[in-house]
């Protein structure tokens, strides 16, 4: 009747008392068949190692490393590698892994891809590309198989990583040379077109105008006096050919007038030998030139003065007959004439380097925007160039680093162990998980029992059925052995009877109570 009210500890303890063996047994006989189960299961060894990532020796300042990726990333790389095939299919056959079990190759590698377990290691601390390290371990049914495959893919991992370092840090390299090449060419095309412009426009570059402008002055002052020097000389021609045509048409005259003429007319030459070689030397409004004009300009008023001869009697020509002077006259005429075309020369080569220079200037604006051009270009290749230089002497530091081994390396900080005993099966937790269950089941044999059980033992029995108070408590005196029995009957009866099919009328409880 236990199981049909609410229960107290005094009821709990009573079942305990009453039914311990049906605790006792299960957990007893489970307990054994677990430590039995431990003799036929086969055992499971666990070998592990440490690899440590050891940083790059050479300080980053001074030589960057090339491979800038995450070595969680790389080692997820590298994990594919390792777990492929191709890697795991040598060591299934060399070591005979799972042989007995009568297993295809696919199978033998996916049981062994299993059985490899990579872990990053804990760290105290944090670090910029990733964990310190990583731990590998291999679970195999041979402790010595488990420490030769373990140890195996360590080094597999290890020289993965240098041969993946070292392939990124030369293909780096490879890849900068390549960019290198290409950039000189552009670079050296730059040249040439700028070395060809500049060739080809020599003299009119933006550098050459403040240049062109001060010689441009200095052949605007040449031409200058070149002109002012012809008109002179033009007019001394104009005044000597006027002479020689008076001294031809004047009647003879006397020694004196003659001598006096030709004092005036040396005179004359004097000064204007003097006036040109002050020209070459001082400008027009200088004190000096302005006398020597004046001083010119009134000689010539007194030679002017003398009686003009006859006209028509004129003869430009020489003869036998003329005298020392108009024969002088006849020389400096000549030599008047040679002087003004060699000046008119002079001021037609003038007035074309003028008119070069004025066209160097004109055009310098535009020549000045393709050379901006050009130079612009040239220094954005030079730039390029200069920079991939860099990262190429960059690149290649870091490849004799990796070369070297100096670089970033995996070092084994454990060799791979040989395990002492075997990680599975423990004869510990499968005692205790079979002691657990035993206990589990026979608390549910107890509870299905006690609910079983309609019995009325005690006052508190009475009440929860009847709801009536007890009149009176008579002891049992029957034979236990057969209230056991009964008791079993009527379980078996429980487990084999058939749902009712119609109600039928509610038993007497009291009918059931021992007596």
């Known amino acids: 009747m236990l199981g049909h009210r609410p229960l107290n500890a005094d009821d709990y303890l009573a079942i305990l008392k009453h039914r311990w063996w049906l605790f006792a047994l299960p957990a007893i006989l489970l307990s054994a068949a677990g430590i039995a189960a431990t003799l036929y299961i086969s055992p499971q060894y666990v070998s592990r190692t440490s690899v440590l990532i050891d940083q790059q020796k050479v300080p980053d300042e001074l030589v960057k490393p090339v491979v800038s990726e995450d070595i969680n990333s790389r080692l997820a790389s590298m994990n594919e590698q390792i777990l492929s095939r191709s890697s795991i299919q040598p060591m299934v056959e060399k070591y005979g892994l799972y042989a007995t079990q009568h297993l295809s190759m696919d199978d033998r590698v996916d049981l062994a891809r299993k059985n490899i377990d990579i872990k990053a290691l804990p760290t105290g601390f944090a670090r910029a590309n990733g964990a310190p390290g990583f731990e590998i371990s ?34 780096t390299t490879d890849f900068l040379k390549e960019q290198l090449n290409n950039a000189k060419a552009v670079l050296d095309d730059q040249d040439a077109k700028l070395a060809a412009f500049q060739q080809h426009n020599f003299g009119t570059l933006p550098e050459d105008q403040a240049n062109n402008v001060n010689i441009l002055t200095t052949l605007n002052t040449q031409l200058e006096a070149a002109t002012q020097a012809l008109s002179r000389m033009e007019q001394d021609k104009s005044y000597m050919e006027a002479m020689l045509a008076q001294q031809q048409q004047a009647a003879p ?5 003659a001598a006096v003429q030709s004092a005036q007319e040396r005179q004359l030459q004097e000064l204007l030998a003097q006036q040109t070689d002050l020209s070459m030397h001082y400008t027009a409004d200088y004190p000096d030139v302005v006398a020597i004009n004046r001083k010119i300009a009134d000689l010539r008023k007194k030679i002017a003065a003398q009686p003009a001869p006859a006209p028509g009697a004129t003869s430009i020509a020489p003869s036998k007959n003329d005298s020392p002077s108009v024969q002088d006259l006849r020389a400096r005429i000549h030599s008047a004439d040679l002087g003004i075309q060699a ?21 310098s604006p535009q020549i000045e925007e393709q050379f901006k051009e050009l130079t612009r270009d040239a220094q954005t290749s030079q730039a390029q160039y200069d920079s991939l230089l860099s990262k190429l002497n960059q690149s290649q530091m870091a490849t004799d680093l990796e070369h070297r081994q100096e670089g970033e390396t995996f070092r084994v900080l454990d060799e791979a162990n040989l395990p002492d005993g075997p990680t599975y099966p423990k004869r510990s937790v499968f005692a205790m998980g079979g002691f657990g269950a035993g206990l589990g089941f026979g608390l549910l044999i107890v509870a299905l029992l006690e609910y079983m059980d309609t019995a009325l033992r005690t006052e508190r029995d009475i009440w929860a059925f009847t709801k009536l108070p007890t009149l009176a408590v008579i002891a049992w005196s029957g034979d236990v052995a057969s209230l056991e029995r009964n008791n079993r009957s009527r379980l078996k009866r429980f487990f084999s009877r058939k749902p009712p099919t119609a109600a039928t009328p509610t038993q007497n409880p009291i009918s059931d109570a021992p007596r």
């Open 253 to 257: 005259v006397v020694g004196s007038t």
């Open 138 to 171: 291999f679970t195999a049914n041979d402790a010595h198989i488990a420490q030769m495959v373990c140890a195996e893919i360590t080094s597999l991992f290890t020289a993965a990583n240098l041969r993946s370092r070292e392939a990124a840090a030369e293909g």
């Open 343 to 363: 000046k008119r020369v002079e001021q037609a080569q003038l007035s074309q380097q003028v008119r070069q220079y004025q066209g160097r200037i004109q055009s």
